[in-house]
């Protein structure tokens, strides 16, 4: 009885060994999936979106001026979403509000920021992205000469 008891541990221990090789009782985590390059895009257009929200809520009179820029960014952030594949998380506002003045100079300076480095993605990025790319570089431009 003893010996087939050793038997069959030793059987599962040669066992255990051989599946340990093939990875399934590694305790190494799964490599991470590797950044899509339109997240810094995603992430700028997500921040900018909040920085939009946060003004017009601390200056309401600049809401019909405001909200329709808000409003590009957040729609750059859906279609971004869905080109990469992912569910954004959600960003808190980051641009500082002031007086009005201060304010739109604030957003005009994210905006022309955030511009060039559209414009630096959409030369480094593969065809089928560019077009989608440049339009929100674009839209981006549009928005620093609409906050002058």
Do not use: N, W
């Not at 339109?38 to 920085?51: F, G, K, R, V, Y």
């Not at 003004?55 to 329709?68: D, H, M, N």
């Not at 409003?71 to 979403?81: C, G, I, S």
């Not at 509000?97 to 511009?115: C, D, F, I, K, M």
């Amino acid at each position: 009885m003893r010996r087939r008891l050793l038997g069959t541990a030793a059987a599962s221990a040669l066992a255990g060994s051989a599946l340990a090789g093939c990875g399934l009782f590694d305790d190494e985590p799964a490599p991470p999936e590797p950044a899509d390059p339109l997240q810094p895009l995603l992430d700028e257009a997500m921040a900018l979106a909040a920085s939009y929200d946060r003004a017009i809520a601390a200056q309401p009179g600049l809401a019909s001026r405001l909200t329709p820029l808000g409003d590009d960014h957040r729609a750059h952030v859906a279609e971004l979403t869905l080109v990469i594949g992912k569910t954004p998380p959600s960003v808190a506002p980051s641009a500082s509000v002031g007086a009005p003045a201060e304010t739109v100079a604030s957003l005009r300076e994210a905006e022309q920021a955030a511009q060039k480095s559209a414009v630096a993605l959409c030369r480094a990025a593969v065809p089928e992205r560019a077009a989608l790319i440049g339009s929100i570089a674009a839209c981006r431009a549009t928005h620093a000469e609409a906050l002058r």
